[in-house]
T-cell receptor, first 113, second 114 residues
Framework: GQQLNQSPQSMFIQEGEDVSMNCTSS?????WLWYKQDPGEGPVLLIA?????ELTSNGRLTAQFGITRKDSFLNISASIPSDVGIYFC?????????????FGEGTQLTVNP | EAGVTQFPSHSVIEKGQTVTLRCDPISGHDNLYWYRRVMGKEIKFLLHFVKESKQDESGMPNNRFLAERTGGTYSTLKVQPAELEDSGVYFC????????????FGEGSWLTVV
């Protein structure tokens, strides 16, 4: 089946630093999504990308949909303690409504104040 | 507007017992999904309902897992009999029936089989 390789698995950074994480796949996706999961909560959508080459920002977060449609990255600028959590990339390949998401294994982010 | 709600939030059961997880999607959302995350691994798709119909159940691990969505509202996921490898977090998610609509996740049901 489809698989996403997400890296890094974990990151330990100082408050104020920038962070970058990415996902690659051997399969093409039509939509790339980035989610964040806080402890004890479910994943919450951060950014959705619908077109190859698309670059989208949401506050301090920026994500890009790779030109080949097989990769995406997420950047967080000027990190703050509340950025702590697990970040997941997800790809969606179907054209119809509601097709399944394929997730990466997650990047555990720790921000030291 | 209430989000996706799941019950129970945590469950510890013995191997061989039965557990039923419940999900109430956001009102009006025809798409309902079940996903599972085993510790340290990726979140994996289990199945997808559109209203009361199973659209895609290719992710269900085996026949010990049974999902239902009677009446197209809430859904249940039953594991019977539970095995140790079934431990993990079971997420329910829902979305409206239009491409590009956000998929909203519940907080998850944390299942531990001992």
């Amino acid at each position: 089946g489809q698989q996403l390789n997400q890296s890094p698995q974990s990151m330990f950074i100082q408050e104020g630093e920038d962070v970058s994480m990415n996902c690659t796949s051997s399969s093409i996706f039509n939509t790339w999504l980035w989610y964040k999961q806080d402890p004890g909560e479910g994943p919450v959508l951060l950014i959705a990308l619908y077109k190859a080459g698309e670059l989208t920002s949401n506050g301090r977060l920026t994500a890009q949909f790779g030109i080949t449609r097989k990769d995406s990255f997420l950047n967080i600028s000027a990190s703050i303690p509340s950025d702590v959590g697990i970040y997941f990339c997800a790809g969606q390949s179907g054209e119809t409504s509601g097709s399944r998401l394929t997730f990466g294994e997650g990047t555990q982010l720790t921000v030291n104040p | 507007e209430a989000g996706v709600t799941q019950f129970p939030s945590h469950s510890v059961i013995e191997k061989g017992q039965t557990v039923t997880l419940r999900c109430d999607p956001i009102s009006g959302h025809d798409n309902l999904y079940w996903y599972r995350r085993v510790m340290g691994k990726e979140i994996k798709f289990l199945l997808h309902f559109v209203k009361e119909s199973k659209q895609d159940e290719s992710g269900m691990p085996n026949n010990r897992f049974l999902a239902e969505r009677t009446g197209g509202t809430y859904s249940t996921l039953k594991v019977q009999p539970a095995e140790l490898e079934d431990s993990g977090v079971y997420f329910c998610a829902s979305s409206q029936y239009l491409r590009g609509n956000t998929i909203y996740f519940g907080e998850g049901s944390w299942l531990t089989v001992v």
